[in-house]
């Protein structure tokens, strides 16, 4: 039996990013992945990421999305390939909606550079948006586009270099976790280390059956719409923005890197399971953000060129998985990103491989302890 520091079980990421900062901290890796490398079966694919400063889901991320932004450029830096792109974002809606709200507190709370800018100003400064007259932007100058594929793979190439073993095609069928030890099975055999890392985004739940996670998996579209006038919709012109229209209507988008302007809704339809989730594209998709793109934004075709899909893992409050299991101190869960993720993956691997390796993780993580639901809840 082969034996390690560390296994991660899930290489997207924040499984990736995992295994590149163990493997650099000279930890002995192990990465399992049921699928292949840069896969467009979970949530840590769709050609670009928003990355966003002032977070409208609370000021406890800000630490987190700050040193998630250094590692990007660092990475960007060592590896030469594109990663983050800042292009400034807007927060829209009205000025009572989570959305704007939201954005406005954390900024004002973390002393966080932005600028709230009415709608003649939006058509000002950026004339391919078309806001109502009750709605209002934050700007946020800091904002911009991951690469997530680049991210995934740059992160995967730099753990192999330090030294990792990343198994690809080779799902994790059970594991037994001791005081001393973690054995994690697989068709192609047994492995063991001193402790587990979980990163299996969507496929959380049945990785960890014991701590009846409340998960739901969540299936998005993401759609592609051929610029007309790409004086207006390339990155030096177009921030990338979050537009919330009413309750049921948050609306996210990305400027034409080459492709298109990336359209998207941040809810869809819901399942218990990523095997249950209806991949099929229905036209009842298409049609909201088709509308929203006729009435909302400037210098963008009226039908999509491209689409495709991704699968959220939402946790009831939306916020993050991200701790120590509460029955085993040597196995790590994280999950349940909530469609908000991605953008924290390059820290959330440096957090992880401290709580791996039996560390301070450097940050206040009760907020997001898997724990919290009832199933395996820490005694007091």
Not at 5 to 32: E, P
Not at 201 to 208: F, L, P
Request: charged share 20%; proline share 6%; aromatic share 8%.
């Amino acid at each position: 039996m082969t034996t390690y520091d560390v296994v991660v079980v899930g290489l997207g990421g924040a499984g990736s990013a995992t295994a590149f900062h163990l493997a650099q901290g000279g930890s002995r890796v192990l990465g399992l992945e049921q699928f292949g490398p840069v896969h467009a079966h979970g949530s840590s694919h769709g050609r670009t990421r928003i990355y966003r400063t002032a977070y409208l889901e609370g000021a406890e991320y800000v630490p987190l999305v700050r040193r998630a932004q250094e590692l990007w450029f660092s990475l960007q830096e060592t590896s030469g390939e594109p990663i983050l792109r800042k292009t400034g974002g807007l927060m829209i809606g009205r000025p009572d909606s989570r959305t704007v709200g939201g954005a406005r507190r954390t900024a004002q709370t973390c002393a966080l550079e932005h600028e709230m800018l009415s709608a003649a100003d939006v058509a000002r400064r950026f004339p391919q948006f078309a806001l109502r007259d009750d709605e209002v932007a934050l700007w946020d100058p800091n904002a911009g586009a991951l690469f997530p594929e680049n991210c995934i793979r740059v992160h995967a190439a730099g753990a192999v270099d330090a030294g990792a073993e990343l198994h690809y095609g080779e799902a994790v069928q059970s594991w037994t976790a001791g005081r001393e030890s973690v054995t994690v099975h697989t068709r192609s055999g047994e492995y063991r280390a001193r402790s587990l890392v979980v990163t299996a985004g969507a496929w959380t739940a049945s990785a960890v059956p014991e701590l009846s996670l409340p998960l739901e998996v969540e299936r998005q579209f993401m759609l592609w719409f051929p610029a007309t006038d790409r004086s207006v919709t390339g990155p030096e012109r177009m921030p990338v923005f979050l537009w919330e229209r009413g309750p049921e209507e948050h609306t996210y988008g990305v400027p034409d890197f080459g492709d298109g302007v990336k359209v998207g809704t941040w809810r869809g339809k819901v399942a218990a399971r990523p095997e249950e989730a209806d991949r099929e594209f229905h036209e009842s998709d298409a049609a909201p953000i088709r509308a929203f793109v006729a009435t909302a934004l400037r210098g963008v075709g009226a039908r999509e060129s491209t689409h495709t899909s991704c699968l959220y893992t939402n946790a009831p409050d939306h916020h993050f998985l991200l701790g120590r299991h509460p029955s085993h101190a040597n196995v790590v869960v994280v999950s349940a990103c909530s469609g908000h993720g991605f953008k924290f993956t390059s820290v959330i691997g440096e957090v992880v491989a401290r709580l791996a390796r039996g560390e301070d993780p450097g940050y206040d993580l009760a907020g997001f302890d898997p724990a919290r639901f009832g199933a395996g809840r820490r005694a007091p």
